[in-house]
C-alpha cells in the first residue's frame, strides 16, 4: 500500500545483521571452515538451554503485559482530552485564505453545531475503541523488541572494536529501533480510525454509525484508507514515536528511576516526552490531516498536500493547530504513562536485564 521510507528499511536491515552477528562463531582451528549455531554457543546443559529460552518467553510476557497496559491507558486518556484534539482538527482542516482559526474560534464554530458543547467529544468512542487496540499492539511490540534487542546490541556493538558505541548508546539504538519497528505494525491499524474520527470531528457526519455505513457503501475498504493516508501516517508516527519514547526512556532511567517512586514523576517524564514529540512533528501531523479528511484535494499525494499548505500560508501553516495538539498532547502522555506505569505496576511487568 506504501512504501516504508528509507530511514526504516536501515532500521530493519540493522536489526537483522545485529541478531545475524549476535550468533557465535565457532572454528575448530584457524583453517576450518566457521560454523554459525543458532542457538548460543555452549548451550550444552539443560540449564543453560533453558535460561537461553527463558529470555524469550519473559521477553513475549512482557510484551503481553505492556500491550494490555498501554490499552487500558490510551482509553483513559483519549476521554480524558477529546475537546483538544477535536479543536486542533478543525484548526488544521480549516481552509480560509490563509488564516488560521484561533482557539476560541474553533471551539465556537463547534459549539455551533447540534449537538452543542457535546461535539467537542464527536469521534470519542472510535477513537478510544480504535486507540486502545492499536496502542495495545505498538506498546506491546516495542516492548518485545526493545527487551530482544538491547541485550544483542550491548553485546555486539557495546563490545565491537570497529563500532565504539557505549553499552547506554547500544541501549538508545535499541529504544529507537523498537520504537519504529512498534510504530510501523501499529500504524497500518491506527489510520481507518483516525479517518473515521476526523471526519466526525469536522462535522461530515453525525454519529459514527452513520460514517461506517456511508463510507462502506461509497468507497468499501478503501474509504477507510484514503490515498497517502498509511504514508503520512507513518511518517508523523514513527519520527513521533522515536522522540517521544527515547525522551522518556531517558527521564526515566536518569530522574525517575534514581528516586522514590511517585505517580507526579512519570506525568513530568511523560508529558515533557509527549510536548517534545508532539512539537517536532507538528508538520506532518497538519499534512495527514488534510490527507485523510480532504484526500481527492491532493491526489492522494504527500508531497502534494505539503507543496499547496506551504503555498496557502507559508512556513507557519504547517503550525497549525500547535496550541491545542500541545494542549492535548501534553497532558494526554501526562496521564497515559501514569496509568501506563500504574497498570504495570499492578501486572508486575519486569524489566529485562541483558
Same mark, same amino acid.
Given at each position: 500500500?506504501?512504501?516504508?521510507?528509507?530511514?526504516? @528499511?536501515?532500521?530493519?536491515?540493522?536489526?537483522?545483521?545485529?541478531?545475524?552477528?549476535?550468533?557465535?562463531?565457532?572454528?575448530?582451528?584457524?583453517?576450518?571452515?566457521?560454523?554459525?549455531?543458532?542457538?548460543?554457543?555452549?548451550?550444552?546443559?539443560?540449564?543453560?538451554?533453558?535460561?537461553?529460552?527463558?529470555?524469550?518467553?519473559?521477553?513475549?510476557?512482557?510484551?503481553? @503485559?505492556?500491550?494490555?497496559?498501554?490499552?487500558?491507558?490510551?482509553?483513559?486518556?483519549?476521554?480524558?482530552?477529546?475537546?483538544?484534539?477535536?479543536?486542533?482538527?478543525?484548526?488544521?482542516?480549516?481552509?480560509?485564505?490563509?488564516?488560521?482559526?484561533?482557539?476560541?474560534?474553533?471551539?465556537?464554530?463547534?459549539?455551533?453545531?447540534?449537538?452543542?458543547?457535546?461535539?467537542?467529544?464527536?469521534?470519542?468512542?472510535?477513537?478510544?475503541?480504535?486507540?486502545?487496540?492499536?496502542?495495545?499492539?505498538?506498546?506491546?511490540?516495542?516492548?518485545?523488541?526493545?527487551?530482544?534487542?538491547?541485550?544483542?546490541?550491548?553485546?555486539?556493538?557495546?563490545?565491537?572494536?570497529?563500532?565504539?558505541?557505549?553499552?547506554?548508546?547500544?541501549?538508545?539504538?535499541?529504544?529507537?529501533?523498537?520504537?519504529?519497528?512498534?510504530?510501523?505494525?501499529?500504524?497500518?491499524?491506527?489510520?481507518?480510525?483516525?479517518?473515521?474520527?476526523?471526519?466526525?470531528?469536522?462535522?461530515?457526519?453525525?454519529?459514527?454509525?452513520?460514517?461506517?455505513?456511508?463510507?462502506?457503501?461509497?468507497?468499501?475498504?478503501?474509504?477507510?484508507?484514503?490515498?497517502?493516508?498509511?504514508?503520512?501516517?507513518?511518517?508523523?508516527?514513527?519520527?513521533?514515536?522515536?522522540?517521544?519514547?527515547?525522551?522518556?526512556?531517558?527521564?526515566?532511567?536518569?530522574?525517575?528511576?534514581?528516586?522514590?517512586?511517585?505517580?507526579?514523576?512519570?506525568?513530568?517524564?511523560?508529558?515533557?516526552?509527549?510536548?517534545?514529540?508532539?512539537?517536532?512533528?507538528?508538520?506532518?501531523?497538519?499534512?495527514?490531516?488534510?490527507?485523510?479528511?480532504?484526500?481527492?484535494?491532493?491526489?492522494?499525494?504527500?508531497?502534494?498536500?505539503?507543496?499547496?499548505?506551504?503555498?496557502?500560508?507559508?512556513?507557519?501553516?504547517?503550525?497549525?493547530?500547535?496550541?491545542?495538539?500541545?494542549?492535548?498532547?501534553?497532558?494526554?502522555?501526562?496521564?497515559?504513562?501514569?496509568?501506563?506505569?500504574?497498570?504495570?505496576?499492578?501486572?508486575?511487568?519486569?524489566?529485562?536485564?541483558?
Amino acid at each position: 500500500m506504501t512504501v516504508l521510507p528509507r530511514f526504516l @528499511k536501515f532500521l530493519l536491515l540493522l536489526i537483522t545483521v545485529s541478531i545475524s552477528r549476535n550468533c557465535p562463531i565457532e572454528a575448530k582451528s584457524p583453517h576450518a571452515v566457521t560454523h554459525i549455531n543458532p542457538i548460543p554457543a555452549r548451550v550444552g546443559t539443560q540449564r543453560s538451554r533453558s535460561n537461553y529460552l527463558s529470555k524469550y518467553s519473559s521477553a513475549t510476557v512482557n510484551g503481553i @503485559k505492556n500491550s494490555i497496559a498501554s490499552a487500558l491507558a490510551a482509553g483513559c486518556s483519549k476521554t480524558l482530552l477529546a475537546p483538544f484534539d477535536t479543536i486542533k482538527t478543525i484548526q488544521q482542516q480549516a481552509r480560509n485564505g490563509g488564516k488560521t482559526l484561533s482557539l476560541i474560534e474553533a471551539t465556537r464554530l463547534i459549539s455551533s453545531r447540534p449537538r452543542g458543547f457535546l461535539e467537542l467529544y464527536a469521534g470519542l468512542g472510535v477513537s478510544v475503541f480504535g486507540a486502545m487496540p492499536s496502542v495495545g499492539l505498538y506498546f506491546g511490540v516495542y516492548s518485545y523488541c526493545k527487551d530482544r534487542l538491547t541485550p544483542v546490541l550491548q553485546n555486539r556493538l557495546g563490545c565491537n572494536e570497529n563500532v565504539p558505541l557505549s553499552v547506554s548508546g547500544a541501549r538508545t539504538l535499541a529504544v529507537a529501533v523498537s520504537a519504529a519497528i512498534g510504530n510501523t505494525v501499529a500504524s497500518f491499524s491506527r489510520v481507518p480510525y483516525e479517518v473515521v474520527k476526523q471526519k466526525l470531528q469536522t462535522g461530515e457526519y453525525t454519529s459514527t454509525q452513520v460514517a461506517l455505513r456511508h463510507m462502506t457503501t461509497t468507497g468499501g475498504i478503501r474509504a477507510f484508507f484514503p490515498m497517502g493516508g498509511v504514508a503520512i501516517q507513518m511518517y508523523r508516527d514513527i519520527p513521533y514515536a522515536i522522540i517521544t519514547l527515547l525522551t522518556y526512556e531517558c527521564l526515566k532511567e536518569h530522574w525517575v528511576s534514581r528516586r522514590e517512586k511517585a505517580p507526579w514523576r512519570d506525568m513530568v517524564a511523560g508529558g515533557l516526552s509527549g510536548g517534545i514529540g508532539s512539537f517536532a512533528t507538528n508538520p506532518m501531523d497538519v499534512v495527514k490531516t488534510r490527507l485523510q479528511v480532504d484526500s481527492h484535494l491532493y491526489q492522494g499525494n504527500v508531497w502534494i498536500c505539503a507543496a499547496k499548505t506551504f503555498e496557502e500560508g507559508g512556513p507557519s501553516a504547517f503550525l497549525r493547530g500547535c496550541v491545542p495538539r500541545l494542549m492535548h498532547k501534553i497532558p494526554a502522555n501526562a496521564f497515559f504513562f501514569v496509568f501506563y506505569e500504574g497498570f504495570r505496576r499492578i501486572m508486575r511487568v519486569d524489566e529485562v536485564v541483558a
